[in-house]
């Protein structure tokens, strides 16, 4: 047999398998019972397509064409399970958050209230209410840093798993990673506004005489 050209691993099956070394042949008359047309065209592919049908009919007079598809549209077909692989991911990253904003929002609340008498206290002391409002902060940054080094240890421990589900991205794609830490800190920050805020207004003498 002879060789008239050598390209690159071929990513055969689908756009998201992994690409392989792969042999193109000649195939014998006969040898394959439902051949695969491949036809290049200028324009929209769909207004070649009741000419297509003549023209394999002139070449292999015995074959059926069993169906037509767009270059395009199979290759959309198979990043269908990746879509729904993201779309299934991207909704439960959406309602982790959720949870974990509400989550924070509870904690911080109750570490408000259970710490009333004692801010109070500070405040009559002189303490600045912007002190107190810096400590609470610095409180939830140190839960959110260890939430996100938590998160990338399990995201490396889970790379090559992960890489199954997606495609075109890397599990640890530094732009994907920076603006989702970014977007956790933008909910963290928005979950603590509330509860910071009511402690920063906490009436001294009123913190002081609650039981």
Known sequence: MEIVGVIGDMREDALNSQPVPYVYVCLLPGGWPDPEYVVRTQGDPRAALPSIRPLVRQLAP???????????????????QPRLNTRMLSLFAL??????????????TLVV???TRDIGVRLTLGAAPSRIVGELL????????????????????????????????SPLDPLTLAATILLLAAVAALATLAPTRRAAKIDPLEAIRAD
């Open 138 to 169: 610095s409180g939830v940054a140190r839960l959110v840093a260890a939430g996100v080094c938590a998160g990338l240890l399990l995201i490396a421990a889970a790379d090559r798993f992960l890489r199954t589900l997606l495609y075109g991205v």
């Open 62 to 80: 015995q074959r059926a064409v069993f169906g037509l598809k767009p270059l395009q549209d199979a290759l959309d077909s198979t990043l269908d």
């Open 113 to 115: 209230i259970a710490r």
């Open 95 to 108: 309602a982790a958050v959720l949870l974990a904003s509400i989550g924070l929002y509870g904690l911080l």
